[in-house]
């Protein structure tokens, strides 16, 4: 076996560890909630060493910004597939929206337990990744002309970033038969691209 193969056989093996341990995060924060999950349930649960589950995850937020990375991935997959890079921003946003809505729906248990945790345990409303995603996608279509050129991106993506958190939070707290995630974020999306004064 050549020096390669066996780099390129660690590296797949370590990936695969790595995605177990995750899987096993998450499974134990929907079963038993994050709080009540420790670093020891991971490694059991991954059938691994404790020392294995912190080569990969230093900290247990760390489960949750992957859990949230995964979904920023998908969510720009879907952009991607259908080459919406270059379309117009409400294009863009309205699809990545869509996306995340979908993974929230096709796995509320899920969404509820690790996002719940995520606003809970970290600061979501600091300065999260997705608010970065979203201002590169206003200073974009600002550079093509599309977004007025006295707006500040970084804070356009910080508000789309709090208003999905803040619509996110109120369907996880909803009732068994909650509202319409993706509309209410599509409504959302429309009503800070349009504004709310009167020109």
Not at 4 to 15: I, L
Not at 83 to 98: H, K, V
Not at 101 to 112: F, K, M, Q
Not at 159 to 186: C, K
Request: hydrophobic share 40%.
């Amino acid at each position: 076996m050549t020096a390669e193969a066996t780099g390129d056989r660690r590296t797949r093996q370590r990936h695969e560890r790595r995605d177990r341990l995750f899987q096993a995060a998450v499974e134990l924060f929907v079963e038993r909630g994050y709080d009540n999950t420790t670093m020891e349930d991971i490694a059991e649960r991954a059938d691994t060493a404790r020392a294995t589950v912190f080569n990969h995850f230093q900290r247990k937020t760390a489960f949750l910004d992957e859990w949230s990375l995964r979904r920023r991935e998908r969510a720009m997959t879907a952009v991607r597939a259908e080459r919406l890079e270059d379309r117009p921003l409400r294009d863009i946003l309205s699809r990545y929206l869509i996306e995340l809505a979908r993974n929230s729906l096709d796995s509320r248990a899920e969404t509820i337990a690790c996002m719940g945790a995520a606003i809970h345990s970290t600061n979501v409303f600091g300065n999260p990744e997705l608010a970065r995603q979203f201002g590169g996608f206003v200073a974009r279509a600002q550079e093509t002309g599309e977004i007025r050129g006295d707006i500040d991106p970084a804070q356009a993506g910080l508000l789309l970033a709090t208003a999905y958190f803040g619509t996110l939070s109120s369907w996880i707290e909803s009732e068994a038969a909650p509202f319409d995630l993706q509309e209410h974020l599509l409504q959302m999306l429309e009503m800070i691209l349009r504004g709310i004064a009167v020109s």
